[in-house]
């Protein structure tokens, strides 16, 4: 089901896309006095076909919605002779200036089309993340720099920071063009705000993504809380050998304190095939249960296994901010993030062209479909 999901949105997208694209040659081309004859989303067997208006245009919907075409008057069909009355409205008897506007007019619907969905997107009200810093990994430049968890991002390059998130496009670009990056923090504790200088020249950019920038940045955001609580138990696993149960809490390992889902996990990952004694609350009772975590080998070597998942809680309010954007700022924010998705993903081609990039970073059509 999840295959053809991702199968039908892959198509849908793909046919939307097309369709503005062609849309846009068809547009121009008829105000241009260009005479059409065809405009078909798809390729192949005609599913629907209609024939409209002065010019008897043909407009189909084909069998294989990956592509589409406009077929004009005289377009480079030699087994298709123009009329000599009807030349002045043959794509090839065009002047360049003409042609030129017809051939740009598919990629710059795709633009603008992009700019509306982009202002769509940022119009209604959103409750994204506060600018606060989660735990902020030692070894990445902010944690170097001293940032810590509950500190608060207030600006990068003098760009206001009003969630998280907001300006990760372009952070991303200026990672990728070598420029440093600027940022403002209010200390968790005192309040104090400072600047902090990231050098981003110095980053290893060959296997660069989003990710990547987190956890070498270390702009990683609060995280839900994440309790020893099961919320599910893998059938015939280690947990489920040893008798645990959904909604089962788990409090201590061999008589020592558990202090959180991640403490959790790094002693059943360092103890591989041995026995444990676990301490769980069931309800209102109080139980020791052993179990014996599976081995499983990773490039670490042998780790511990359970076979279990916990009870994520959800953001609290106070987490969030609430962002409403009037007209003007959604077409502002659109119009920023088509152009710096356009330039990201340009200079990511290039750097990729030029081996700086590893080519990994290219997504073939079912990671796509899936995206």
């Known amino acids: 089901m999840s295959f053809l999901y991702s199968l039908i949105g892959f198509l849908i997208a793909i046919g939307v896309l097309v369709a503005v694209h062609e849309f846009g040659h068809f547009w121009?081309?008829?105000?241009?006095?260009?005479?059409?004859?065809?405009?078909s989303i798809g390729f192949g067997k005609p599913l629907w076909r209609k024939v409209h208006g002065e010019d008897r245009t043909e407009y189909v919907i084909a069998a294989i919605p990956l592509g589409g075409y406009v077929k004009m008057l005289g377009e480079n069909d030699p087994d298709a002779p123009v009329a000599p009355e009807e030349r002045h409205?043959?794509?090839?008897?065009?002047?360049?200036?003409?042609?030129?506007l017809i051939v740009a007019a598919g990629p710059g619907i795709n633009f603008l089309f992009a700019l509306i969905l982009f202002v769509v997107l940022a119009l209604p009200s959103e409750s994204p993340l506060k600018p606060v810093f989660g735990p902020v990994a030692s070894e990445s430049i902010l944690g170097q720099q001293g940032a810590k968890a509950g500190d608060t991002l207030i600006s990068v390059n003098d760009r206001t920071v009003d969630y998280f998130g907001q300006h990760d496009l372009y952070i991303f670009n200026q990672v990728l063009k070598g420029q440093n990056l600027r940022l403002q923090i209010s200390d968790a504790e005192s309040g104090a705000i400072r600047s902090v200088e990231l050098d981003v020249g110095e980053i290893p950019i060959y296997n660069i993504n989003p990710s990547f920038l987190v956890r070498t940045l270390g702009l990683s955001p609060e995280r839900p809380e994440i309790t020893t609580e099961l919320e599910r138990v893998v059938p015939d696993s280690a947990a489920f050998e040893a008798g645990l149960l959904v909604g089962d809490t788990i409090t201590e390992v061999d008589g020592e304190a558990?202090?959180?889902?991640?403490?959790?996990?790094?002693?059943?990952?360092?103890?591989?095939?041995?026995?444990?004694?676990?301490?769980?609350?069931?309800?209102?009772?109080?139980?020791?249960?052993?179990?014996?975590?599976?081995?499983?080998?990773?490039?670490?070597?042998?780790?511990?296994?359970?076979?279990?998942?916990?009870?994520?809680?959800?953001?609290?309010?106070?987490?969030?901010?609430?962002?409403?954007?009037?007209?003007?700022?959604?077409?502002?924010?659109?119009?920023?993030?088509?152009?710096?998705?356009?330039?990201?993903?340009?200079?990511?081609?290039?750097?990729?062209?030029?081996?700086?990039?590893?080519?990994?970073?290219?997504?073939?059509?079912?990671?796509?479909?899936?995206?």
Not at 28 to 39: E, N, T
Not at 276 to 293: E, F, H, M, Q
Request: glycine share 8%; no cysteine; net charge positive.
């Open 28 to 39: 121009v081309a008829r105000k241009l006095g260009v005479k059409v004859l065809r405009f």
């Open 89 to 100: 409205r043959a794509f090839d008897y065009q002047p360049i200036w003409k042609r030129s």
């Open 258 to 371: 558990v202090l959180g889902w991640f403490d959790l996990v790094k002693k059943i990952a360092g103890a591989p095939e041995q026995d444990l004694a676990l301490t769980v609350l069931r309800g209102d009772s109080k139980l020791r249960i052993s179990a014996r975590p599976a081995a499983i080998e990773s490039e670490q070597g042998a780790v511990g296994q359970l076979g279990v998942s916990p009870v994520v809680l959800p953001y609290r309010d106070d987490q969030r901010v609430v962002v409403d954007r009037g007209f003007y700022e959604a077409l502002t924010h659109g119009a920023e993030q088509t152009w710096l998705m356009s330039v990201v993903t340009l200079r990511m081609l290039w750097k990729m062209v030029t081996l700086q990039v590893s080519h990994k970073n290219i997504s073939g059509p079912i990671t796509i479909a899936d995206f």
